[in-house]
Each structure stands twice: as structure tokens, then as C-alpha cells.
């Protein structure tokens, strides 16, 4: 269907919707066209015509149509308008249309980078290895890990495949190293040996086992002069023995405790990284020779986990308010009144509290199922013998017995009775004994070596909120009184350490240098400062004069003459010639 205009007419007169006009019905397109076949052709379309033979529907769209069709003339007789210079509500429009389009593609890509899904780090709480393919499992049996093969080379290449299945953070990477150095194996940086500079070029022909030796920090020197005295010698085994338990408790007990908080976040993730590394070997059956220690070793992981957090709390509560009270009142020539102090017990309160403690624990035979008995005494409780400087292990835990907590919960009552006459709170927690024995924990500091104890058993009175936490085999560094009744008390408390505690020799070679040699000579009798011949002792080379750098003019040998840059000869006895 098409309409045939003047082409000098103007374009507002024939309105286009007219052509594009959709009928409501096959009938009613039929009608619209003869209306304006019947019409004569003058060159002018009147649109009442045509809109008489429209129905209402259609009218209504050609209305709008049209009044579309004149704003968008309108627009573009505005647009061919000149300049005036003010341009700012169109620039304005299409800035904000530019904008609109900005934001909703960073929104498209945002939404995008969103859906991605990131990958495993091989560290989460329920992460498994993939299942290893058959043509894998007769390779790492056969080639990689084969039981003729010498342990250090299986170690050393499950450790650097170990890191290239893994993706460690800056923290997780400083652990797994300290913990590896422990073990003496070799993850200092290489210095002008890494991948930074390989081009595409440079890793041609090269596959992945290839690359990632290339790239690895992990490895046990096995040339002449490639190892350091701070690690593992192949030439010298007879110092190294493999104990993937010894190196797990080591960790956990000494650098983990130095490096992160014990019981917190940080300290479980160190314990899940040594927990995921030795699952990694015992899956991959990379030494099957020691499948047990690596059994044992995961119990130690499992160990840290638990004993860590409740250890961190009895640091905390130690020594007690008893042993507090009690070190108030006996110990009179102790000038560090520290858990006095820090408590902030008076006289008075500490005085209920030893005078209770004590009676209760008598009457109710508390401990007497494991043959403690207290000794009666009709005076003062005063201390026999106070033990410094001794580290103790945990061996029993005797918890209050059903009629010591009567007789505390009735103490309680009556003395709430009088504290709320006299505007006071005081309690008195139930009280327990904590079986001790002394023992020795070498640490480093000291040599312990040679160093006996007596086997003897001490029984310390303590509440029953920290008994509960204790478990056999803690280990405590405390000083302790003995009173006369036959019981005890912490004076002063150090340290505390987990079951399985355990010092290794390799921790004092952290920041180990090698010695270098020393150019001056030693002290004697014709040189007692040991200085260099005219100095006067270490910093003689400090007070050498500096060498000339002005090179030496060069004498001409055997009458030979010279000629400087000036152009004057010389001869063999420095007299001038002239040229």
C-alpha cells in the first residue's frame, strides 16, 4: 500500500503512519484502501477521509502516530537549527545516555565476575584430591614414588608436587616453609634462579614435570658445597632420623606458638595445613615404610587441635583464687606479691577463702579413693617447703566429690546472707587437687641433658572450673609451696605446655650463619690486642690510609724515551728534550 504525494508539499501534510497503519480485521484494511483508491488524486490526502473509514481503534493509533511523527519533525528542525553557542542541554543528554550505558555494563560485568566460581585452594574444610586415574597411580607406583627409590628423592618431589596442587596465601606459605625447614629441607629463595625472566621460548619442549622442577624452592642439596649446616646432609645421616610425628609435635609446641596465636584462627589453619600435607603423602603412598608414623602424626594434629584452646584458658584462670589467698597469707617474705596484685584480693577476703577451702576438703575426704590423706593439724597452716624453678607434669585430677559440693553450696549461702548485710560479694568456688610430678622440659635454654628428677608426687589444691580443663600429661613451669596438712599451692606460675610437647635441636639453627674467616690474627703474648703489626686492635682497618688510585708514571726502561700528552720527550734521567 503506498500514497502518492507532491514532492513539494511538505512532509507534515501527509502524515507516514498512514502507511503503516494495522487494521484490526482483514475487513476493515479492505475498506481503508478503497476509501483512498476512491478519492481523487489531487496530490493532497485529507486524513478526515480516511480516518471516517477507520475503526476506533486504528483512529486512536493514528493519533498517536502522528503526534509522534510531528515531535520528531520537530526535533530534527531543531537539530538543523545553527548554534547559538548553548549547547549544554544536548550535550547534557547525551553525557547522561553515555553514563546509563556505562553503568550497565560494568553492571553486566560485575554480575558476571560474580557467577564465576573461584577456585580450590585445597585448604577447605571438606576438599578432597581428585581421584587418581589408573595410567597415574602405575606411574606414581612405578616411577615416582617406587619403594627401591631413596627417601629423600620421593620426599623431595612429593613436597614440590605437593605445592604445585596447592594454592598457599602469604600465610599459609611462611607456615608450611617454617614447618619444612623444621624438617631440614631447603625453602630458602633462590637468588638469580628463578622463572620471572623464562620466556615462551625458553619453556619449549618442556612439559609440566620439567616446569615445575624449574620453579620449585623445595629441595635437599645432594652436590658438593649445595647444602648449608642448617640442613639436611645426605653425606651425614647418621645426625637426621625420619619422624613425621617428632617434626608435627615440634611444630605445634614451639614455632606455632611463636608465630600465631595458640588456640586461635591462625593457629588452626597452621595445624591444617601439616594435617592436609601429611594426608597428601599418606594418600599418594609416598612412603609406605613409615605408614604408622604418619598415622601418629595426625594424631598429634588432632592433639593440637584440642589441647591448644583449653590450654589458652588454663593460662588464663592460673593460679587460682586459692593458691592466691593462700600465697597472701604464708608467704610473708615474698617480696612479688604478683597474683596478690593482680587479683586484687584483700586480706580479709583471702582469709575466708583458705580458712574454708581447707576444712571442706578434709571433712569430705576429697581424694581419698586414691590414697590422700591430709594431715590433721590443730594450729595455723604454715609452708614447709617452697620448690622454685621446676617444671611439673600433670599425672591426676581429683574434682570435688558430692559432699564437698554440698558443703560449698552451703558456705556459699550463708556467707551471701552476711555479704548482703555488709554490701559485699564474695564466693568460694569449689575446690578440687591437681596431682603433679616433677619432670623435664627441654626448651633450648638450658642444658638439660644430664638433668634428674625425683619421683614424688604433690597434690595442689585448685577449683574445679580449672581442673576441668586439665588433662594428663600438661606440662607446667611454677614454683610451689607445701604446707604442713600435706597439701599444696602454686606461688608463682611461668609456662604452660601441651601433651605433646617437644623441643627439637633444629629450632636453635633459625637465622644459623655460617662462620666466616676472621683475617686477624688471634691474641698472644708479643700481640695481646690481637691488632694487625703497627695497629692498635679491631678497627685497624679502619685507620689504614687509602690508596692512591692516581696510577704511577711509568719510567721509560733502558733509555727509552716517553712523550707525554703535552707533546714533551723524557728520557731515562728525567731530562727534557725538545722536539
Not at 140 to 168: G, K, L, M, T
Not at 285 to 296: F, M, Q, R, S
Not at 441 to 461: A, C, F, Q
Amino acid at each position: 500500500m503506498s500514497t502518492h504525494a507532491d514532492d513539494s508539499a511538505p512532509s507534515r501534510d501527509v502524515p507516514v503512519e498512514v502507511t503503516a497503519v494495522r487494521p484490526s480485521s482483514d475487513n476493515d484494511s479492505a475498506a481503508a484502501q478503497d476509501a483512498v483508491d476512491s478519492k481523487p488524486s489531487d496530490g493532497n490526502i485529507n486524513p478526515a477521509d480516511v480516518k471516517e473509514t477507520l475503526p476506533s481503534t486504528d483512529v486512536a493509533v493514528l493519533r498517536e502516530r502522528s503526534s509522534d511523527n510531528d515531535s520528531a519533525t520537530a526535533q530534527s528542525e531543531e537539530e538543523s537549527k545553527p548554534s547559538d553557542g548553548n549547547s549544554d542541554a544536548v550535550e547534557g543528554k547525551e553525557n547522561m545516555v553515555l553514563t546509563e550505558d556505562a553503568a550497565s555494563k560494568k553492571k553486566k560485568k560485575s554480575k558476571k565476575s560474580k557467577s564465576l566460581k573461584k577456585r580450590a585452594t585445597g585448604f577447605e574444610e571438606y576438599y578432597c584430591d581428585p581421584p587418581v586415574t589408573p595410567a597415574e597411580h602405575e606411574e606414581e607406583r612405578n616411577s615416582i614414588y617406587p619403594p627401591n627409590r631413596p627417601f629423600v628423592d620421593r620426599i623431595e618431589e612429593c613436597i614440590q608436587r605437593y605445592r604445585a596442587r596447592r594454592r598457599f596465601d602469604s600465610a599459609k606459605e611462611q607456615l608450611f616453609s617454617r614447618y619444612l625447614f623444621l624438617g631440614g629441607i631447603d625453602t630458602s629463595a633462590r637468588q638469580f634462579q628463578g622463572t620471572a625472566s623464562l620466556t615462551s621460548r625458553d619453556l619449549d619442549g618442556l612439559d609440566k614435570d620439567d616446569i615445575r622442577d624449574i620453579a620449585a624452592n623445595d629441595f635437599v642439596g645432594r652436590k658438593p658445597g649445595m647444602h648449608a649446616a642448617r640442613y639436611y646432609n645426605p653425606d651425614e645421616p647418621e645426625h637426621w632420623e625420619v619422624d613425621f610425628t617428632g617434626v608435627a609435635a615440634g611444630f605445634f609446641s614451639e614455632t606455632m606458638i611463636r608465630l600465631t596465636t595458640p588456640g586461635a584462627a591462625d593457629y588452626a589453619a597452621g595445624v591444617d595445613v601439616v594435617s592436609n600435607f601429611l594426608k597428601y603423602v599418606d594418600l599418594h603412598d609416598v612412603c609406605p615404610e613409615y605408614a604408622e608414623d604418619l598415622k601418629n602424626a595426625q594424631k598429634v594434629c588432632q592433639k593440637a587441635r584440642e589441647e591448644m584452646p583449653l590450654l589458652v584458658q588454663i593460662l588464663l584462670l592460673l593460679p587460682g583464687d586459692f593458691s592466691s589467698a593462700a600465697r597472701l597469707l604464708t608467704c610473708e617474705d615474698d617480696n612479688e606479691n604478683a597474683w596478690a596484685a593482680r587479683n586484687e584480693m584483700d586480706e580479709k577476703t583471702a582469709r575466708q577463702k583458705f580458712g574454708t577451702v581447707l576444712p571442706i576438703l578434709m571433712s569430705s575426704k576429697c581424694g581419698y579413693e586414691k590414697g590422700i590423706e591430709f594431715e590433721e593439724q590443730t594450729g595455723l597452716q604454715t609452708v614447709t617447703k617452697t620448690i622454685t624453678q621446676q617444671a611439673y607434669e600433670v599425672v591426676g585430677i581429683v574434682l570435688p566429690n558430692a559432699e564437698s559440693h554440698r558443703k560449698f553450696k552451703y558456705m556459699n549461702k550463708y556467707l551471701a546472707d552476711i555479704n548482703k548485710r555488709l554490701d559485699e560479694t564474695n564466693t568460694i568456688k569449689p575446690c578440687g587437687l591437681l596431682q603433679v610430678k616433677p619432670t623435664v622440659i627441654r626448651s633450648g635454654w638450658e642444658n638439660t641433658m644430664h638433668k634428674t628428677v625425683e619421683d614424688v608426687t604433690y597434690n595442689l589444691v585448685m577449683e574445679e572450673e580449672i581442673l576441668t580443663l586439665m588433662k594428663v600429661g600438661f606440662k607446667f613451669e611454677m614454683d610451689i609451696c607445701l604446707l604442713n596438712c600435706g597439701v599444696g599451692f602454686i606461688k608463682k606460675f611461668l609456662d604452660g605446655h601441651p601433651t605433646f610437647y617437644e623441643f627439637l635441636p633444629q629450632e636453635l639453627m633459625w637465622g644459623y650463619k655460617e662462620p666466616v674467616a676472621n683475617p686477624r690474627p688471634g691474641p698472644s703474648i708479643h700481640n695481646p690486642t690481637g691488632s694487625f703489626e703497627g695497629g692498635d686492635g679491631m678497627g685497624d682497618f679502619l685507620n689504614d690510609e687509602p690508596e692512591d688510585d692516581k696510577p704511577e708514571d711509568d719510567k721509560p726502561e733502558n733509555g727509552a724515551t716517553s712523550i707525554d700528552a703535552g707533546g714533551t720527550a723524557y728520557g731515562d734521567d728525567d731530562v727534557e728534550w725538545a722536539l
